[in-house]
């Protein structure tokens, strides 16, 4: 098989993946009207009502999960402008509070370092650190801490966000931006292909470390380093 019948059979296996994921979300909307409705229509049974919020809440993460696979598939285009990242850090934090409360994490942020000038897409930046610190939310014990910090490194800046939950082994560290080699697909790790990739789209690097003595007792520290 020639490279051009190849590169051919991709694109179209991604213009298939593209029909697919939008008839998804269409029918995905369809069945949370019907399992709406029968939230209604057993709402005097409480036994009813418990099996449709069930399937609202697993409708929901599929529509998430097919958002973010969408997102995936199609090209990023950046819309760059001059930013100060500790108010984008300070964005993302806003937008995950209600998540924090929920799972009664505290959250802590350092903003030592000065990143005022710093060349992003402010939205999509915005995205790839919400996800990368929900992540840590969600891995983290009740009431533990999350710690979200702003460093100078050389003619970079650091975005450090470290958790408490289950210190990770080599393997699943590599492994923690990779949608694919996750033990399985989920909105976390299909958000964190995507936050990785915005990363690299501007240049950047991102990595993930097992938490050291002085950062967090334990846990996992995912480092976000951007160009000034």
Do not use: W
Request: hydrophobic share 45%; net charge negative.
């Amino acid at each position: 098989m020639s490279n051009n019948t190849e590169e051919a059979l991709l694109i179209e296996a991604g213009r298939m993946t593209a029909r697919l994921i939008h008839d998804f979300k269409n029918q995905i909307g369809g069945m949370k009207l019907y399992a709406s409705y029968l939230k209604k229509r057993f709402s005097d049974q409480p036994e009813g009502i418990e099996i449709a919020e069930k399937i609202i809440q697993g409708l929901n993460e599929m529509a998430e999960q097919t958002a973010l696979i969408s997102k995936l598939t199609r090209p990023i285009e950046l819309r760059r402008e001059t930013a100060d990242l500790g108010a984008c850090v300070e964005m993302a934090l806003g937008g995950l509070k209600p998540l924090a409360d929920s799972r009664q994490v505290v959250i802590s942020l350092d903003l030592a370092a000065a990143a005022e000038g710093i060349s992003i897409d402010l939205q999509q930046m915005q995205i790839a650190l919400s996800t990368i610190i929900a992540r840590a939310i969600e891995a983290s014990p009740e009431h533990g801490e999350v710690k979200v910090a702003l460093k100078s490194g050389g003619d970079a800046v650091l975005i450090e966000v470290a958790d408490q939950g289950e210190t990770l082994d080599d393997g699943k560290l590599r492994a923690i931006f990779d949608a694919l080699t996750n033990e399985r697909i989920s909105r976390i790790s299909l958000g964190l292909a995507l936050a990785r990739r915005i990363v690299l789209l501007h240049g950047g690097e991102v990595s993930a470390r097992v938490g050291q003595t002085g950062i967090m007792p334990a846990g996992t520290v995912v480092e976000v380093r951007l160009k000034r």
